[in-house]
């Protein structure tokens, strides 16, 4: 998914944008702001954000560079995102409130594919990967299609994000909610009953490489949108990438977020830290 | 604003790091608003070495108070993939090419430079003297009698502007540039990253960085990279370009003043595409 | 969590940087409560002189990104003046005393040596060497063979523990830390300050330090501190105090994982008198 | 003026306290907060003041250390600050709002000292100088004595710093409120008129340079308190020192901030940059 496949440009430069709504969703915090100059993004595709003020100051003086996170939902001028804070960017971001101004730069990289005709869409995520995937589901179900949706979580308190996505079925890790166990179990299961399917998948390393087996094993596409910690999040640092299958490295700002599941090396995960 | 290097007619001071702004990725994000509102006055390439390199395993990236360090590992595709692919899309930039070279000795430099000699896209050469000597482990842009002796081998391979990007790891920089100025460079670059290292937040005493160690770079050095550059400014009479944390135009000002005749916006790049054009725009109100 | 330093038994790793508190003036502010709640397990004095010295004229400090320039320039009583005036004083601490001293030469720090010797109340001597060279310009502690040098004439001058604090401005501190192992120093503290500028910024091309440049510290250089001194683990086998940015515990435990067996706190007790104890409690838990 | 006059002794350590009262007194913000811990400062002391959250992250990533402020009142377990916008650090002050904690070390410093018997005390002031000198003016009046206050500023906008001296006739460069000229000024006629006197000064070092060289020449006794960069107010840094008659320099923050004017060295401006 190298190919730029017709993605709009984005705006060359930063814009600064007011945040106009704010919400608590469990330990998730939505907020939304009004981009009129800004193209329409689609699904899987990101911005760079960044607090207009007082960026930094925060543990360790940081944050210093701006923080990629995935359009939730989009339409009218307007964006939306969703945070969970692990760290100062995110904490930094979570607590901006209305009226602050937010720096953006994008839409920023590629984005799903819309599934092949015959292909019965399954979006497979978990914990904070549920933002691009409800703006997939959101696409999906405009144009009509029906949409499979498996969703894994910690706990009972994180499960509260599928409330994104209507209709999705929840596997939490402690059994609290839902299925009792990963979601890839879940997935297997919607496999099994009907392979013709393509997987959508975005959520923690550990759970994309399942969803990158599964998909090599069964023959399954398998569209993985990756995260990787970047400093641009357009081509600039050479700092995101992920290795693929050649052995060579690919910046996942430009040549992703969205992988093709067989496209990633096997040891892809392998410089990664367990975090 | 003009500004002339070593024969170069630039628009305005402000140009890019090596390594901190790809062109050829900026297009297919931003598309032709990137060549319409180039931020840079000459656009300099990354590094390219005599064989491609993948460069380092991820993760290459750690954020600091008040700035980065990296890792990268210099991927690039090599000379002759540099010449096949990257250079018909640098042909068409709106700006003179300068293009970063490295390489680990007197042989590898003056190869690369021989094969860059007949382009004539290509204005200047900067030499990135950042590579470790293989035998003293010491970056050969670290000892002024190193550094002599690869440029007396080098330096006639070139017809083209020579620059030596030097390495700030070193006991006195001026030194250095000093043997680079009588060694026949026509300018100095200053200052890149500084040896740095990231730990492992999540397992004591490891390496973050897949590379072990990296560079630092960002507002955090700039005060570093200011003294630097003032000695540098003092020692010798080539037109230096200066860079290290510049962050606005008031930073800049600072770096001109100290003596640069140009200022390198790398770091503050990646917080913002336009930031040398924002910059160039403040030195000039 | 007590820590053997050449001999000295230290209740807790962290001490704090030389010239970085000032337990007279400490007692002045605070109290008997420094002596009740001492943030140190060892206390280090400023660096002392032969002779007095008054410092630089101010400004002597400057605010950077994530840190701080200082030209404070040595201000002390000279070593007779210590002895008289501050050392009953030192004599007091809770804590082992550590007497920082500098010398341009071999004969001044032979002197120094000479004058701690009679004193029991000094644990050890740490050898500041970042003092320029006349002839070189350099560091004396930049080159492994000057340090060599000093070191031949003047460590059989005490039979003291010696503490060689290096400078961080060199090419390559593993080689000047084993210099320093080879010539009978009992263990080595770094980093000292990164070499700075920091310009007016009221006046174009003006140095706003009134000693001209001056040293970066703080969070800004701890990833500078934390590669030199993994590099010095790497290379040496004696005990290493270090320091650079360290501002809280997890800091803290990053440099003891790359190979410290003390740590001290210099910039961060400015921010908090207590940084110490917080850090060494922070330690603890 | 550098024993240490029976100062009672700061807590060792920063302590966090609450920010319970705000306002805006033309370019002026003044804050309170409740500080029960701490002992009671005296006229001319000062504390190290940060912000408990996101000091950092304005211009040039700054503030990172402490600022020094003057204590403008104290009672009851209350402190109370006076800011003048000038940089990042005081900027950040300024931000602070009710709620929001202030991290503070002190009282620190030296003070000024009680006029002696027979000697009318004249206060004399420049812009954000007033702060240490209302705190002395309120405690003079406690004590029955009569205070005459001068107090100079830039304009008209600037000059509503006189409303926290009650009583106090002004001076402004531009003439746009009462004297128009020097604050000097005032104090030369003040002299003229009855020379025994003690005068108390804070401002700007040109000022306190004024009120060193009319001291110096009159013989009337002048305590002057002086602004110094600090980065620790404890005495740990040396990096605040002010050069002294002697010829050596002397630490603002543990000697200071108040020094009898006759202790300055002539040329003690001569580091200083213009402001
Ligand atoms: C394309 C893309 C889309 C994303 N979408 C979203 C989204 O919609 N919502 C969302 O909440 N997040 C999203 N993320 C993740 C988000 O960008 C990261 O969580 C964020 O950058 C973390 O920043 P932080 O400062 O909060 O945490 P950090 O402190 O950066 O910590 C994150 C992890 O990185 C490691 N780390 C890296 N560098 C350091 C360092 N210098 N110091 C300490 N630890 C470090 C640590 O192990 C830590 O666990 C997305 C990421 C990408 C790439
Ligand atoms: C004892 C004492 C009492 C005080 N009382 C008060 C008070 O009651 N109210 C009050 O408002 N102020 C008071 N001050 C002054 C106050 O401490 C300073 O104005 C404050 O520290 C400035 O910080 P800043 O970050 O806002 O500005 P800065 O950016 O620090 O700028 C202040 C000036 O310092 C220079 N400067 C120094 N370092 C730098 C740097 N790194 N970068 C740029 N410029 C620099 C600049 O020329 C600038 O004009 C007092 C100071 C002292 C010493
Ligand atoms: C991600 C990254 C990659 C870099 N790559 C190169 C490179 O390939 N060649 C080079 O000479 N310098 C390289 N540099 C150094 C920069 O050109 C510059 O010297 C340094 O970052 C200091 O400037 P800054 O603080 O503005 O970033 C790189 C720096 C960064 C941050
Ligand atoms: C204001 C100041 C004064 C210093 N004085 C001395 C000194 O007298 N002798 C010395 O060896 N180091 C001196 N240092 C260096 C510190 O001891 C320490 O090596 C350095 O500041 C790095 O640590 P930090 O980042 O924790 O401050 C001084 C540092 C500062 C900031
Ligand atoms: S984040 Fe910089 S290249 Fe991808
Ligand atoms: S401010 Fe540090 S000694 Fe005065």
Same mark, same amino acid.
Request: net charge negative.
């Given at each position: 998914? #190298?190919?730029?496949?017709?993605?709009?440009?984005?705006?060359?430069?930063?814009?600064?944008?007011?945040?106009?709504?704010? !919400?608590?969703?469990?330990?998730?915090?939505?907020?939304?702001?009004?981009?009129?100059?800004?193209?329409?993004?689609?699904?899987?595709?990101?911005?760079?954000?960044?607090?207009?003020?007082?960026?930094?100051?925060?543990?360790?003086?940081?944050?210093?560079?701006?923080?990629?996170?995935?359009?939730?939902?989009?339409?009218?001028?307007?964006?939306?995102?969703?945070?969970?804070?692990?760290?100062?960017?995110?904490?930094?971001?979570? !607590?901006?409130?209305?009226?602050?101004?937010?720096?953006?730069?994008?839409?920023?990289?590629?984005?799903?594919?819309?599934?092949?005709?015959?292909?019965?869409?399954?979006?497979?995520?978990?914990?904070?990967?549920?933002?691009?995937?409800?703006?997939?589901?959101?696409?999906?179900?405009?144009?009509?299609?029906?949409?499979?949706?498996?969703?894994?979580?910690?706990?009972?308190?994180?499960?509260?994000?599928?409330?994104?996505?209507?209709?999705?079925?929840?596997?939490?890790?402690?059994?609290?909610?839902?299925?009792?166990?990963?979601?890839? !179990?879940?997935?297997?299961?919607?496999?099994?009953?009907?392979?013709?399917?393509?997987?959508?998948?975005?959520?923690?390393?550990?759970?994309?490489?399942?969803?990158?087996?599964?998909?090599?094993? #069964?023959?399954?596409?398998?569209?993985?949108?990756?995260?990787?910690?970047?400093?641009?999040?357009?081509?600039?640092?050479?700092?995101?990438?992920?290795?693929?299958?050649?052995?060579?490295?690919?910046?996942?700002?430009?040549?992703?977020?969205?992988?093709?599941?067989?496209?990633?090396?096997?040891?892809?995960?392998?410089?990664?830290?367990?975090? | 604003?003009?500004?002339?290097?070593?024969?170069?007619?630039?628009?305005?001071?402000?140009?890019?790091?090596?390594?901190?702004?790809?062109?050829?990725?900026?297009?297919?994000?931003?598309?032709?608003?990137?060549?319409?509102?180039?931020?840079?006055? +000459?656009?300099?390439?990354?590094?390219?070495?005599?064989?491609?390199?993948?460069?380092?395993?991820?993760?290459?990236?750690?954020?600091?108070?008040?700035?980065?360090?990296?890792?990268?590992?210099?991927?690039?595709?090599?000379?002759?993939?540099?010449?096949?692919?990257?250079?018909?899309?640098?042909?068409?930039?709106?700006?003179?090419?300068?293009?970063?070279?490295?390489?680990?000795?007197?042989?590898?430099?003056?190869?690369?430079?021989?094969?860059?000699?007949?382009?004539?896209?290509?204005?200047?050469?900067?030499?990135? &003297?950042?590579?470790?000597?293989?035998?003293?482990?010491?970056?050969?842009?670290?000892?002024?009698?190193?550094?002599?002796?690869?440029?007396?081998?080098?330096?006639? $391979?070139?017809? $083209?502007?020579?620059?030596?990007?030097?390495?700030?790891?070193?006991?006195? &920089?001026?030194?250095? +540039?000093?043997?680079?100025? +009588?060694? @026949?460079?026509?300018?100095?670059?200053?200052?890149?990253?500084?040896?740095?290292?990231?730990?492992?937040?999540?397992?004591?005493?490891?390496?973050?960085?897949?590379?072990?160690?990296?560079?630092?770079?960002?507002?955090?050095?700039?005060?570093?990279?200011?003294?630097?550059?003032?000695?540098?400014?003092?020692?010798?009479?080539?037109?230096?370009?200066?860079?290290? @944390?510049?962050?606005?135009?008031?930073?800049?000002?600072?770096?001109?003043?100290?003596?640069?005749?140009?200022?390198?916006?790398?770091?503050?790049?990646?917080?913002?595409?336009?930031?040398?054009?924002?910059?160039?725009? @403040?030195?000039?109100?």
């Amino acid at each position: 998914m #190298s190919e730029d496949d017709g993605r709009v440009p984005a705006p060359f430069g930063t814009r600064d944008v007011a945040i106009n709504g704010i !919400e608590e969703l469990g330990p998730y915090r939505v907020f939304s702001c009004s981009d009129p100059a800004g193209p329409v993004p689609s699904a899987g595709q990101f911005y760079m954000l960044t607090g207009a003020e007082r960026w930094g100051g925060g543990v360790d003086e940081r944050p210093y560079l701006p923080r990629a996170i995935s359009v939730l939902a989009a339409g009218d001028g307007q964006l939306s995102f969703v945070i969970e804070v692990v760290g100062p960017g995110t904490g930094r971001l979570a !607590e901006l409130v209305d009226g602050d101004r937010l720096r953006l730069l994008g839409p920023l990289g590629n984005r799903f594919r819309p599934p092949a005709a015959g292909l019965r869409p399954i979006l497979c995520g978990g914990g904070i990967g549920v933002a691009p995937l409800a703006m997939m589901a959101q696409q999906l179900v405009a144009e009509g299609r029906e949409v499979t949706s498996l969703l894994g979580f910690r706990d009972a308190e994180h499960a509260v994000g599928a409330e994104f996505i209507a209709g999705a079925a929840v596997a939490t890790d402690d059994g609290s909610v839902g299925h009792g166990g990963l979601v890839t !179990e879940l997935l297997l299961a919607e496999l099994d009953r009907d392979p013709s399917a393509v997987v959508y998948s975005c959520g923690p390393p550990q759970m994309l490489d399942a969803v990158r087996a599964i998909s090599v094993a #069964s023959g399954v596409p398998a569209q993985l949108a990756l995260e990787a910690p970047m400093a641009c999040g357009y081509g600039a640092c050479y700092g995101c990438v992920v290795k693929v299958a050649d052995g060579s490295y690919r910046r996942t700002c430009v040549d992703g977020p969205v992988v093709v599941a067989d496209e990633l090396a096997i040891d892809w995960l392998g410089g990664e830290r367990s975090q | 604003m003009t500004v002339d290097l070593c024969g170069i007619e630039l628009a305005h001071p402000v140009i890019n790091g090596s390594g901190t702004f790809d062109v050829i990725a900026a297009r297919r994000v931003f598309g032709a608003a990137v060549d319409e509102n180039f931020p840079f006055s +000459a656009f300099v390439s990354k590094t390219i070495t005599l064989e491609p390199r993948l460069g380092n395993p991820p993760p290459r990236l750690f954020e600091t108070p008040a700035g980065l360090i990296n890792s990268i590992g210099l991927p690039n595709r090599g000379v002759v993939g540099y010449l096949e692919h990257d250079l018909p899309e640098l042909a068409t930039l709106p700006v003179p090419l300068i293009t970063n070279v490295m390489g680990s000795d007197a042989d590898e430099v003056g190869q690369l430079f021989e094969a860059l000699e007949p382009c004539d896209e290509i204005a200047a050469i900067e030499l990135n &003297v950042s590579c470790p000597n293989v035998k003293t482990g010491l970056d050969i842009g670290a000892d002024p009698a190193e550094l002599s002796k690869l440029l007396a081998v080098v330096r006639p $391979k070139t017809s $083209k502007p020579l620059i030596v990007k030097l390495t700030p790891n070193t006991a006195n &920089v001026a030194l250095v +540039a000093g043997a680079a100025e +009588a060694s @026949g460079a026509d300018a100095v670059s200053l200052i890149n990253t500084l040896r740095a290292f990231a730990a492992d937040p999540t397992a004591p005493g490891k390496a973050w960085l897949g590379g072990g160690t990296g560079g630092q770079s960002g507002p955090a050095i700039r005060s570093v990279a200011l003294a630097q550059t003032s000695a540098v400014a003092a020692a010798i009479e080539l037109p230096i370009i200066a860079m290290g @944390g510049i962050a606005n135009a008031a930073n800049g000002r600072q770096f001109l003043d100290a003596g640069a005749r140009v200022i390198a916006v790398g770091t503050e790049s990646f917080r913002d595409p336009l930031a040398g054009a924002k910059i160039a725009a @403040g030195l000039l109100s």
